[in-house]
């Protein structure tokens, strides 16, 4: 398995708060993503990062915000959490981009009451 | 806009039975091609994966997967599936000029009996 770790795993919170999710990599590789995964809807892009701080919006940004300082580390923060964002949130590396393939962390569980 | 259909969303084989899911996507051109699979709890991981060269893949577990350009789809096959076999597969597109962003397909769920 590829080297992606996330953290938390699992969280609880209110509506209304900031939350951030954390995707750490020891792969060294350029570019990270991340994911929500909702029943019927598979995964769908949040944001993606193609270096130290370059980043993009995916298909479903809105309410979502990233940040990388470091290769290492990708940040997924949700301003100010709503119920339509309990989902899973997954992580994704790849090194090279179109040529190659992603390989996902073992997820976030977020719940927002 | 660019999409991926799958439209099995619930299967239920029994166990030596043969698997076909179906896997279309809507645009043209150059294409990379995966199958992913989830199983219960776990991350995703990668089953196979098409660029370029022959279009029949052969990937992790005895899973294949035919690119038929013409039809615009990339149908994942197995020959006699196994309880183990229980889980979520996803078909995902990557479109060239993307930045390798994927898009995903609403997935399958495998179901296979004893």
């Known amino acids: 398995d590829a080297g992606i770790t996330q953290s938390p795993r699992h969280k609880v919170t209110e509506t209304g708060t900031p939350v951030t999710l954390r995707c750490h990599q020891t792969e060294n590789h350029r570019y990270m993503y991340w994911y929500r995964q909702d029943p019927g809807h598979g995964l769908r892009l949040i944001h993606y990062s193609y270096g130290v701080k370059d980043t993009d919006k995916g298909e479903v940004s809105d309410g979502y915000s990233v940040s990388r300082s470091k290769t290492e580390d990708f940040l997924l923060t949700l301003e100010s959490a709503t119920s339509s964002q309990t989902s899973v949130y997954f992580c994704?590396?790849?090194?090279?981009?179109?040529?190659?393939?992603?390989?996902f962390g073992p997820g976030t569980r977020l719940t927002v009451l | 806009a660019q999409s991926v259909s799958q439209h099995n969303h619930h299967v239920i084989l029994s166990e030596a039975a043969s698997l076909e899911l179906g896997c279309n996507y809507s645009y043209g051109g150059t294409v990379n091609l995966f199958w992913y699979v989830q199983y219960p709890g776990q991350h995703l991981q990668l089953l196979l994966k098409y660029f370029s060269g022959d279009p029949l893949v052969k990937g992790i577990k005895g899973f294949e997967a035919e690119f038929i350009k013409s039809k615009f789809s990339f149908n994942l096959r197995k020959p006699s599936v196994q309880w183990s076999d229980t889980a979520e597969y996803f078909c995902?597109?990557?479109?060239?000029?993307?930045?390798?962003?994927?898009?995903f397909g609403t997935g399958t769920r495998l179901q296979v009996t004893l």
């Open positions: 994704a590396i790849s090194t090279t981009g179109e040529t190659d393939t992603q390989y």
């Open positions: 995902a597109v990557n479109w060239p000029g993307t930045a390798s962003k994927l898009t």
